[in-house]
């Protein structure tokens, strides 16, 4: 059974994920957070997109030289009592996968929006995750020192757009260059202006007092109003959370409810970065320990593989500064190394057959033949291509036709990324050469056609040769090059199953 003390620390600690869409201030707003748990002392400063001094959670080359996150970093730090474990997500749309994925193991959020601009895009489908997930959101009201939206506006676009009620925890005195401070709403202060006196009349008329159940269901979410970049509205934002925030919560698996109190260790890998380490070209495992408690040197299942294996050295965060840990609880994120063990969704366990769910692999939208640009280095390309594919944020196609490599993404910029690290940390060139594709989608006859479904299966391969394709498990994959191909396909082959996503 836990100890008292292990227990102690679980319900001690908060893991959550910072979202928004690009450029409304995520990584500044981190950036706030870390200093005030002591993590850094000196904030980057992120300005009109150029980094000056670069931003703690943004450490990969590309994204410095970009100046926007492209991958999710992890960063824990203690403050006031509790460890507080931040994932820090891409806003950027072409790697919303990597960010769907982080929702699956964080146990609340904080939406971070641009006053100017209110709700954008990226937020409103990052709240579909959150609401499917039924995941607890914080609001957090960003750039109030600029002219913007009127703070009764902002709230009613976050109503009206991402379909969640709200209620505000402060306020801002004044907007733009009349912005002053923010105070807390259970705390006015005793001199009001008259605008402040019509606003908290109103406030009170229209808006629910916080209820910490209903937000712990999702069905309310709690606004904040600030400036990250002045460090305005910040702490306010930190003091309530860690006092209002879940601690880990439970996590569904295939075979049961997993509930973090649980004696026995569990844990999901949500995550693999390759060549974390560009000097060791070390790949690590990012698993968010579900229940129990991890130790160093000691042996766990590893369900998919049905094996045994130890860790000499598990790692926790602080952006790219690991140290090695010697136990981890419930809620925290470790990183284990991983010479291809892992793939994303790995189970490890203290011995239960466990398989936890909600880690697909989607569809992609562009696809591109990748080719080698310089013979002498066909290894490097190849393990490159390898450890940068089990990432997750590309898929790896090979054609079954030509064994032709295609790469296939949701965006444009995920091409560049790719070709620019498979250059600067394997030493690798590749070009692209284009490709016109509609979809990808995964094909396997319906288990219960018996014989029929097989033949039909067989037919459908030889008709569609030069479009079929195996992914890096090697199961198969139909490369339709036009939605009238593929409804034509769906619609004349009844015992195949079209999969858009790899989890089925």
């Not at 891409?90 to 709700?119: M, N, Y």
């Not at 997993?258 to 569990?266: C, G, I, L, R, S």
């Not at 010479?339 to 992609?364: R, V, W």
């Not at 037919?459 to 090059?481: G, I, L, N």
Request: proline share 4%; glycine share 6%.
């Amino acid at each position: 059974m836990l100890s008292t003390n292990d227990q102690n620390e679980i319900l001690r600690r908060r893991t959550f994920a910072i979202i928004s869409h690009p450029d409304a201030g995520k990584t500044t707003l981190t950036e706030k957070l870390l200093l005030y748990g002591g993590a850094i002392h000196v904030a980057g400063a992120v300005k009109s997109n150029k980094i000056r001094k670069t931003a703690t959670s943004d450490w990969m080359e590309i994204e410095k030289q970009r100046g926007i996150s492209v991958a999710t970093s992890v960063m824990g730090f203690d403050y006031d009592g509790y460890h507080i474990n931040i994932l820090d997500t891409p806003g950027h749309q072409d790697f919303a996968e990597d960010t769907f994925r982080t929702l699956t193991a964080v146990d609340s959020v904080i939406i971070v929006i641009d006053s100017a601009k209110g709700v954008e895009t990226q937020t409103r489908r990052l709240m579909e995750v959150c609401r499917m997930r039924k995941t607890p959101v914080m609001v957090f009201m960003n750039k109030m020192d600029r002219e913007g939206k009127d703070p009764f506006d902002l709230m009613d676009d976050v109503e009206s757009e991402l379909g969640i009620r709200v209620t505000p925890v402060t306020w801002a005195n004044g907007q733009g260059l009349k912005f002053e401070s923010v105070f807390s709403l259970n705390h006015r202060p005793d001199t009001l202006s008259d605008k402040l006196k019509a606003d908290m009349e109103l406030i009170d008329g229209v808006y629910p007092a916080f209820d910490r159940e209903e937000y712990l269901r999702g069905d309310l979410a709690p606004v904040f109003y600030g400036s990250a970049y002045k460090t305005v509205g910040v702490q306010e934002l930190l003091d309530f959370f860690v006092m209002n925030a879940p601690s880990p919560r439970g996590v569904e698996a295939q075979e049961r409810r997993v509930e973090p109190m649980e004696d026995a260790f569990t844990g999901f890998c949500f995550k693999i970065h390759a060549n974390m380490d560009p000097n060791h070209r070390s790949c690590i495992a990012f698993f968010k320990i579900c229940s129990g408690k991890f130790l160093r040197n000691t042996y766990y299942k590893h369900v998919r593989e049905d094996r045994l294996m130890r860790f000499s050295a598990p790692t926790c965060f602080m952006a790219q500064k690991k140290e090695t840990v010697d136990e981890a609880y419930a809620g925290d994120i470790v990183g284990l190394p991983d010479t291809g063990n892992f793939k994303i969704g790995d189970t490890l366990t203290a011995g239960e057959n466990l398989h936890f769910k909600g880690l697909p692999s989607f569809s992609p939208e562009m696809f591109k033949y990748i080719e080698n640009a310089d013979p002498m280095k066909q290894k490097q390309l190849d393990k490159g291509v390898r450890q940068l594919m089990d990432e997750g944020v590309a898929q790896l196609f090979i054609s079954q036709l030509n064994g032709r490599k295609i790469i296939g993404t949701v965006g444009q910029l995920q091409f560049e990324v790719i070709q620019y690290r498979l250059e600067h940390e394997y030493q690798a060139k590749c070009r692209w050469e284009p490709m016109t594709m509609y979809k990808a989608c995964w094909i396997e006859c319906d288990p219960e056609s018996g014989n029929e479904g097989k033949e039909e299966l067989d037919t459908f391969k030889k008709r569609k040769a030069q479009y079929m394709a195996f992914d890096k498990e090697e199961r198969d994959v139909f490369m339709a090059d036009s939605a009238y191909v593929l409804n034509m396909a769906q619609n004349d082959y009844k015992h195949l199953r079209f999969h858009f996503t790899s989890e089925f």
